[in-house]
């Protein structure tokens, strides 16, 4: 996708400040800047309820990315009008609603169409401070690394699909997809954080190797420090991981550097997609006794997974 839109006329408009690349777009009005994302996935969950809420808070996600706070949204609903009741589809609605509520927002509309699988997502609207706006490929050199919730969502989601793990085992997954990434934004804001994104379909490294993609930085991610959801590792080991992580790690294994400790199953662990993931931010050190104290009043989880360093745009696991 990437490579297509690199063949479009870019905007000739000044007031958009961030276009297509990073997690959101920007565009700045007299009163301020507007960020504007669109997300749509499939269900992960049986319950209509949870999958909207889900979607809702994977769709929020890019806002708080930008370090923004989304306002309004839209529905983008694709579903087959003979295999759903009317009953389901609401019950998604309100879980939606409900998560926006949440964060703030308030769903204006949608759209839907007929479609022979089941997609939900949101476009949504928010405010950020121009002056304070998180980028994806913002990081410098001896910035550290933040992750803000565990990974393994994928893995989890392809176990309980093929019934290897049952509800009670998929529960941190689905609690860890539910939670907004709201809290990691205001913490990456307030301590004067300048690059952050979410961690999502392309996993861990892929998303931060966009992160130091055409910089003069290399990440160093250290594979020890990297939280995992519960039962992720036994899983990854007896071979169960997403399509998508091992397209993802055939994507990023020739611009990343792993040390020979690193066995297949962490890379595949390392390239898990994500919905609805953990903020993955590049903070200056001398911001981080703040983001502590913030992330600590708010009872806001955080792991400390590696550092940026001068270099070239590589990513290096250790």
């Known amino acids: 996708m990437k490579q297509i839109l690199a063949d479009l006329d870019k905007s000739t408009d000044p007031g958009v400040i961030i276009g297509p690349g990073d997690d959101a777009g920007v565009c700045l009005f007299k009163d301020g800047a507007m960020v504007q994302t669109v997300d749509v996935i499939t269900p992960l969950v049986d319950d209509p309820f949870t999958f909207g809420a889900i979607s809702a808070a994977n769709s929020l996600s890019d806002v708080y990315a930008m370090g923004g706070t989304p306002v309004s949204a839209l529905a983008v609903l694709g579903f087959a009008s003979c295999d759903f009741t009317a009953s389901a589809i609401k019950n998604l609605l309100k879980g939606a609603i409900a998560k926006l509520r949440e964060a703030g927002a308030s769903l204006i509309g949608g759209h839907s169409i007929e479609d022979n699988e089941l997609k939900f997502g949101l476009s949504v609207i928010g405010r950020v401070d121009r002056n304070k706006i998180l980028r994806a490929n913002a990081a410098a050199a001896g910035d550290i690394l933040v992750l803000t919730k565990p990974i393994g969502t994928g893995v989890l989601s392809s176990a309980f699909k093929k019934g290897v793990i049952r509800d009670s085992a998929f529960k941190t997954a689905v609690a860890s997809m539910l939670m907004l990434n709201r809290a990691a934004s205001v913490a990456a804001v307030s301590a004067g954080a300048r690059a952050a994104t979410d961690v999502t379909g392309f996993g861990l490294l892929g998303h931060a190797l966009n992160m130091v993609k055409g910089r003069k930085v290399n990440l160093v991610i250290f594979n020890e420090q990297v939280p995992l959801l519960n039962k992720v590792n036994s899983l990854a080991a007896s071979g169960i991981a997403p399509k998508g992580a091992h397209s993802n790690l055939k ?68």
């Open 251 to 318: 994507f990023v294994s020739n611009k990343m550097t792993f040390s020979k400790n690193i066995a297949q199953e962490q890379k595949l662990i390392l390239s898990d997609p994500q919905t609805s993931g953990g903020l993955l931010i590049a903070l200056p050190k001398k911001s981080r006794k703040k983001f502590e104290g913030i992330a600590k009043r708010n009872k806001m989880p955080y792991w400390v997974i590696g550092e940026a360093v001068k270099g070239k745009g590589k990513v290096t696991i250790k």
